[in-house]
């Protein structure tokens, strides 16, 4: 039983770590009189989407950050968005940008909170399974 017991605490520590990756992508292939943009969301998003000037450079990864290698000097729009339904307000950002030869910019994309559901999901999901546990059987 204790076993069983580990083997669930282990099971459950693997499913809540995160897997998030820094993400690297090029707009394009020429680098001359390009710069580089970093997106950094406050917490990491799952199924992100990242467009600039409405060509998908990242579609659905789960992203920690976004590099854009290669983006051309002049005015470009970047969208970021995540689809997930456990933010209280959908993730879409939008940050038009005027890019200058071999200047590198951050842009901080701000994360909604998470919903009650959320909250509820994970807390049941953390006690649940050890109700089984705790509760005597009757053999």
């Given at each position: 039983?204790?076993?069983l017991?580990l083997?669930?605490?282990?099971a459950?520590f693997?499913?809540?770590?995160?897997?998030?990756?820094?993400?690297?992508?090029?707009?394009?292939?020429?680098?001359?009189n390009?710069g580089?943009?970093?997106?950094?969301?406050?917490?990491?998003?799952?199924?992100?989407?990242?467009?600039?000037?409405?060509?998908?450079?990242?579609?659905?990864?789960?992203?920690?950050?976004?590099?854009?290698?290669?983006?051309?000097?002049?005015?470009?729009?970047i969208?970021?968005?995540?689809?997930?339904?456990?933010?209280?307000?959908p993730?879409?950002?939008?940050f038009?940008?005027?890019?200058?030869n071999g200047?590198?910019?951050?842009?901080?994309?701000e994360v909604?909170p998470?919903?009650?559901?959320?909250?509820?999901?994970?807390?049941?999901?953390?006690i649940?399974?050890?109700m089984f546990?705790?509760?005597?059987?009757?053999q």
């Amino acid at each position: 039983m204790k076993k069983l017991g580990l083997g669930f605490l282990a099971a459950s520590f693997l499913l809540f770590t995160s897997c998030a990756k820094d993400l690297t992508v090029t707009y394009q292939m020429e680098s001359a009189n390009t710069g580089k943009v970093v997106l950094k969301p406050s917490t990491s998003t799952d199924r992100t989407m990242v467009t600039i000037n409405d060509q998908l450079v990242v579609d659905g990864k789960f992203a920690k950050s976004v590099t854009i290698l290669n983006v051309p000097n002049g005015d470009h729009d970047i969208h970021y968005t995540a689809d997930n339904s456990f933010y209280k307000t959908p993730l879409r950002a939008e940050f038009p940008i005027k890019m200058e030869n071999g200047k590198s910019m951050t842009k901080l994309v701000e994360v909604p909170p998470y919903n009650t559901g959320y909250w509820v999901l994970i807390t049941g999901a953390l006690i649940l399974p050890w109700m089984f546990f705790l509760v005597p059987s009757n053999q």
